[in-house]
């Protein structure tokens, strides 16, 4: 066992949500991680790992990590605390659970997750079991890729694109609304390889982010327009006769519709509405119609909008106007999740749940929730998740999580800016601590992690913890007495996903990681998953849900474009958006001295001509504010956008009482797909102080 070991090197998973799901070697002294490397065995990966990872031991061993269960003291928010015992947490949160329970029913309770651990048992599996089985209120995990998601499969079905291995092919790669560089770095090595046998690479971005930078071509555009740029691409396609009837008449439905459709978006059109010179939509149309394999990376940045699912379902479409799904290296990517897709039903048990009708809340609007659901939340479970600097709105969140009638646990590894509203707070192991199965949205390999480390001081894993739970609430199905093991057999045997096939336990524990079965590339065309079976250019199913049924700009609700620009009566003139930075992963990291140091201090990208306009120099400490709040950040002067928007990158946590969360800004509005967060269309004044 890895855990018993003083000495030596031992593989690893990294357990961030990040596509890449490295391959790791925790390199252990005296019981003691003392280096983390990337394990050079790693197909993918292939030992090369971020900075922030290569720092990981900075948070496994950080003074204030949380390492036993404590109870609130002082006001809610403040963060006071003491020590209690596990058995005192357990039995006070069950005994609450059973008198709201009893009292409100069990939908008075909402547990609230993401994905800060992707251990599959911790986050879907153990978890989920217990709030079945409790039959609380369900959360609709709508805050990352819920709206492209949406779009991608109204178009394609299946939540599949091209494999990572391919793209060495390509020949042009757009990477569109996602900053790789930080976000997905093994693709920019595959990249980099295909550019050493001729590949363009374009990347398409509201600003000119690290990815941005390297490209061959960078295209500047206005937040929420990129719908549009890609209907004037299919404009100039059809009428240039850079389609591919024959793949058109096989594998889609409605281009003859799209094709008359299209007409209206013009170049000089979708060049007033996207700030794209007219002459720069056709380049880049006839460039991705003559050059193959062309391969389209869509991010996860140009989704956060009111019209995201619109968008990704728009650039979906492309490769089918072109046939470049049949081309290796062609094709398009916007998550692999659905290849590795494991037996949900088998892990999560949601025929546990006595009344699946329970009430579902959005976790994009979990402020408005606490604050005015009738009837109302009484409690809230909080886990691998930190609403209080990630969610939209953070005044309403904080408002909400201030309530003195409501009970809130939170497990995690810090006393997070949520953590300090806890009634309780318990502590979570880090991921290199306990058992968990990992797969990739972005590569096809299974991995498995086991201890290394054994758990630090009274940390439990979040398994342990929902079973702990679970017994002391009287539940007695089996179910919560399965081990790690089990449940990843269980995960493991799903004949519905046939990629899965010859993944087993066994396998993964003398492997550490093991490919999919991957189907050749022209069963994918069979396996498309729409109603029609085939590429919906023409959705029918999106005209049932109100949205238009053939791909179509629609402008945003808060913000503009170009040919709607602020006017005197706007208020707030300048579009705000607030993407990840490089040494965080979301709000993790945000609280580690290293990763802090290595990305300085939270900055607002500014253009000149807004920069002059109000009479800011480049270094100066600025406000930046709109209605729902304000934030105080260093101004950077650059040219690396259009003006009119600004930009400040990473989920910094609260300071010194100094308001750092860009989320203070932003709305908690639902985007037109999949429940998804629209962090990026809202709009703000900026002022020196
Ligand atoms: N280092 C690091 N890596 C991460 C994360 C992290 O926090 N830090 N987070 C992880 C998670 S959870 C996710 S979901 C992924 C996200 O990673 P990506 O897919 O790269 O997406 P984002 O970084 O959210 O946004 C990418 C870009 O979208 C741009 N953008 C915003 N609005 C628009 C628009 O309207 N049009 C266009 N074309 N571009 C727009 C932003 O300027 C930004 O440069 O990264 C994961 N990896
Ligand atoms: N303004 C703005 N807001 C955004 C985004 C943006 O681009 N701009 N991005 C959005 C996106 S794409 C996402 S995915 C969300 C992400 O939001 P979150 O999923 O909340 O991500 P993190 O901020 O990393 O918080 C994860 C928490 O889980 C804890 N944790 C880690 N491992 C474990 C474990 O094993 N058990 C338990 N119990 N806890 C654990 C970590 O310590 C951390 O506090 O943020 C969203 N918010
Ligand atoms: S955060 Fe991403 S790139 Fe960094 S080690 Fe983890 S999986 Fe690899
Ligand atoms: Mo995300």
Redesign the pocket.
């Known amino acids: 066992m890895m855990v018993h070991e003083e000495n030596g090197v031992f593989p690893a998973v990294c357990p961030l949500?990040?596509?890449d799901t490295c391959g790791l070697l925790l390199h252990k002294e005296k019981g003691r991680i003392v280096k983390v490397t990337g394990n050079p065995d790693h197909p993918i990966t292939q030992g090369a790992i971020?900075n922030?990872v290569r720092n990981i031991t900075e948070r496994i061993y950080h003074p204030q990590r949380v390492l036993y269960p404590m109870r609130r003291t002082g006001p809610k928010g403040k963060g006071e605390f003491e020590r209690i015992t596990w058995e005192e947490a357990i039995a006070e949160i069950t005994q609450r659970y059973k008198e709201l329970i009893e009292q409100y029913g069990p939908e008075s309770i909402l547990p609230y997750s993401f994905y800060g651990n992707m251990g599959i048992l911790g986050v879907d599996g153990m978890d989920r079991r217990f709030f079945h089985r409790l039959g609380s209120s369900q959360l609709e995990q709508g805050i990352?890729?819920a709206a492209g998601n949406t779009g991608w499969k109204y178009t394609m079905g299946f939540g599949g694109g091209t494999s990572p291995e391919d793209i060495l092919q390509a020949k042009l790669i757009i990477v569109?609304?996602?900053?790789?560089v930080?976000?997905?770095m093994h693709q920019v090595a595959l990249i980099e390889k295909a550019r050493k046998q001729g590949a363009k690479l374009v990347v398409?971005?509201?600003?000119c982010?690290r990815t941005g930078q390297r490209a061959d071509w960078f295209i500047p555009?206005y937040?929420?327009?990129?719908s549009a740029l890609a209907l004037g691409m299919m404009h100039v396609l059809f009428e240039q006769g850079l389609v591919n009837e024959a793949f058109m008449q096989r594998y889609t439905l409605g281009h003859e519709q799209l094709r008359e459709h299209v007409r209206q978006y013009t170049p000089e059109r979708v060049a007033a509405i996207t700030g794209v010179p007219a002459a720069d939509i056709v380049a880049l149309a006839q460039l991705y119609g003559e050059v193959s394999p062309a391969y389209i990376h869509i991010?996860?940045?140009?989704q956060?909008?009111d019209n995201g699912g619109m968008t990704v379902r728009t650039i979906t479409c492309l490769p089918a106007l072109t046939g470049q799904w049949l081309i290796p290296g062609g094709g398009a990517y916007k998550s692999n999740g659905a290849y590795g897709k494991v037996n949900s039903d088998a892990l999560e048990r949601p025929d546990l749940r006595a009344n699946p009708e329970a009430r579902t809340i959005s976790m994009n609007q979990i402020g408005e929730a606490l604050l005015t659901l009738t009837p109302k939340l009484r409690a809230l479970f909080v886990y691998c998740s930190n609403p209080a600097v990630v969610a939209p709105d953070t005044a309403k969140v904080e408002q909400g999580l201030a309530r003195e009638d409501l009970f809130t646990v939170v497990h995690d590894l810090f006393l997070t800016d949520t953590a300090r509203f806890a009634d309780i707070v318990l502590p979570a192991t880090s991921s290199f601590e306990n058992t968990d199965l990992y797969t990739s949205y972005w590569h096809h390999y299974v991995q498995i992690q086991e201890p290394v480390l054994p758990a630090q001081g009274e940390s439990k894993s979040n398994v342990e913890l929902f079973k702990l739970l679970a017994a002391a609430m009287g539940f007695e199905e089996e179910v919560f007495k399965d081990s790690e093991e089990d449940m990843i057999r269980q995960a493991l045997n799903y004949a519905d996903n046939p990629y899965l096939e010859g993944i087993t336990l066994e396998g993964l524990q003398e492997k550490r990681f093991l490919k999919l079965n991957m189907a050749p590339k022209q069963n994918y065309l069979e396996r498309l998953t729409t109603p029609s079976g085939k590429i919906e250019l023409y959705s029918a199913r999106m005209a049932e849900a109100g949205l238009p049924p053939l791909p179509t700009y629609i402008r945003v609700q808060e913000g503009y474009d170009g040919e709607r620009r602020p006017g005197e009566q706007d208020t707030y003139p300048l579009m705000f958006?607030s993407?990840?930075?490089?040494?965080?992963?979301?709000s993790s990291f945000a609280n580690v001295g290293k990763h802090m140091e290595m990305e300085k201090q939270p900055l607002l990208q500014i253009h000149p001509q807004d920069a002059e306009l109000r009479g800011i120099a480049d270094g100066d400490e600025v406000i930046v504010w709109n209605d729902r709040g304000r934030y105080e950040v260093k101004a950077s002067v650059t040219d690396k956008m259009l003006p009119g928007t600004v930009?400040s990158q990473g989920?910094w946590w609260e300071q010194e009482g100094k308001p750092r969360r860009a989320n203070a800004l932003t709305p908690d509005r639902l985007a037109d797909m999949g429940g998804g967060a629209v962090f990026?269309s809202t709009v703000v004044e900026v002022r020196r102080p």
Do not use: A, E, Q
């Open positions: 949500d990040c596509p971020c922030k990352c890729n569109w609304g996602g900053n790789i930080s976000t997905n398409i971005d509201v600003h982010n555009l937040p929420g327009t990129d991010g996860n940045g140009l956060h909008h958006i993407p990840p930075n490089h040494h965080f992963l979301n930009v989920l990026f």
